[in-house]
């Protein structure tokens, strides 16, 4: 039987989009297909027929960032960095299926990140600039730790112009902070505060050490209250 006997389920899924970057809200997922993960374009799911699989389903309105993935995906080709597309078709994307924990989970479950993912990633980002594309939109949650090695997700900004930053400043705060909380386990709230002041600040005049060294002391003063 093949993956397109999904076809019609697909379809069924309801979702709408949010305002402010904001994750897609799923009002219908129909059995037997689970959730594995929510983006701000779309919902990626599973049918249990087809372990190998996801489907990456987008909202009617952003069907041009289904139609940029799956070109970035054919430029890049085969390669132990990226995840494999099978094919498309109507609101959706079929690619291989890949168990890790990224990095964003790394850091809740105070699972260590070895030094060795950040360049596996920068050498992610020159095969996929040899392949004519423009890396970016990296950040925790795109980056899987799979068998101690990086495996990096949603390429749908690879095909936009100019670069975002984000994975460089991750890189920055990486060898300056994170040898001091290595193997903690950061709570989610703590994250979520971060990632909102980032955004916040990032266009300004921005210091990776200023910026982080904030974050760190509250970290600290929470670890030593509890």
Not at 155 to 175: A, F, K, M, T
Not at 189 to 210: C, H, P, Q, R, T
Request: glycine letters at 8%; aromatic letters at 12%; proline letters at 7%.
């Amino acid at each position: 039987m093949s993956w397109k006997s999904v076809e019609p389920l697909l379809h069924e899924i309801g979702i709408h989009a949010n305002p402010g970057n904001q994750p897609v809200t799923v009002t219908h997922m129909p059995s037997p297909l689970e959730v594995v993960g929510i983006g701000t374009d779309a919902v990626v799911v599973r049918h249990p027929e087809f372990p190998g699989y996801v489907f990456k389903v987008f909202v009617p309105e952003r069907d041009e960032a289904r139609k940029a993935e799956y070109e970035v995906y054919r430029r890049l080709g085969s390669s132990p960095y990226f995840p494999v597309c099978y094919g498309t078709g109507e609101r959706y994307l079929v690619l291989s299926y890949e168990p890790g924990i990224t990095l964003y989970d790394c850091l809740v479950q105070g699972v260590e990140i070895p030094e060795s993912i950040i360049w596996e990633v920068e050498q992610a980002r020159e095969y996929a600039r040899s392949r004519g594309l423009n890396p970016r939109d990296i950040h925790l949650k795109n980056v899987l730790l799979q068998n101690g090695h990086a495996k990096l997700l949603d390429v749908s900004e690879y095909i936009q112009p100019g670069n975002d930053g984000r994975w460089d400043h991750l890189v920055q705060g990486y060898y300056a902070f994170y040898p001091l909380i290595a193997g903690k386990k950061i709570p989610v709230w703590l994250i979520e505060m971060v990632k909102k002041a980032y955004y916040d600040e990032v266009l300004g005049d921005f210091s990776i050490k200023e910026f982080g060294g904030r974050f760190l002391q509250m970290f600290m003063k929470k670890g030593k209250r509890s």
